[in-house]
C-alpha cells in the first residue's frame, strides 16, 4: 500500500523558515513525480511546486518563486519542501502528492498524504 507521510508544519510568524518532509513508502519512488500542494479553508486546492522523478525538472507556481524550493533524495524516498519569507497568505494545509513518471500542475496526482498544516501569523 502506498504511504506518504509529511511533517514538519507548524506555526511560524511572517519572514520566517519551515521545512516540510515527505516519505514515501509502497512505490517506486524515483519513476513518480512529486509535488506540494496547499488548501486554505473554504478555498480551493492549488499547486505549489512540482519535482520530476530524477529531480530534473521543477515547476513552481508563481506565489512562491523565489522562496520556496523543492528537493527529493530518492535514496531516502523523501522529498522536500523548504520555504522561506513566509507570509500569512501562505497558511494553508500543505499536502504531499505522486503521479506516475510525469509531473503536473494539476491536481489529477494519484497518492496524497495526509497534509500538514502550516500557519504564518503577520
Known amino acids: 500500500q502506498v504511504q506518504l507521510v509529511e511533517s514538519g508544519g507548524g506555526l511560524v510568524q511572517a519572514g520566517g523558515s519551515l521545512r516540510l518532509s515527505c516519505a514515501a513508502s509502497?512505490?517506486?519512488?524515483?519513476?513518480?513525480?512529486m509535488a506540494w500542494f496547499r488548501q486554505a479553508p473554504g478555498k480551493e486546492r492549488e499547486f505549489v511546486v512540482g519535482i520530476s522523478g530524477s529531480g530534473a525538472r521543477t515547476i513552481y507556481a508563481d506565489s512562491v518563486k523565489g522562496r520556496f524550493t523543492i528537493s527529493r533524495d530518492n535514496a531516502k524516498n523523501t522529498v522536500y519542501l523548504q520555504m522561506s519569507s513566509l507570509k500569512p497568505e501562505d497558511t494553508a494545509v500543505y499536502y504531499c502528492a505522486a503521479r506516475w513518471s510525469v509531473v503536473s500542475i494539476q491536481n489529477n496526482y494519484s497518492y496524497w498524504g495526509q497534509g500538514t498544516q502550516v500557519t504564518v501569523s503577520s
Open positions: 509502497g512505490l517506486t519512488f524515483s519513476s513518480y513525480g
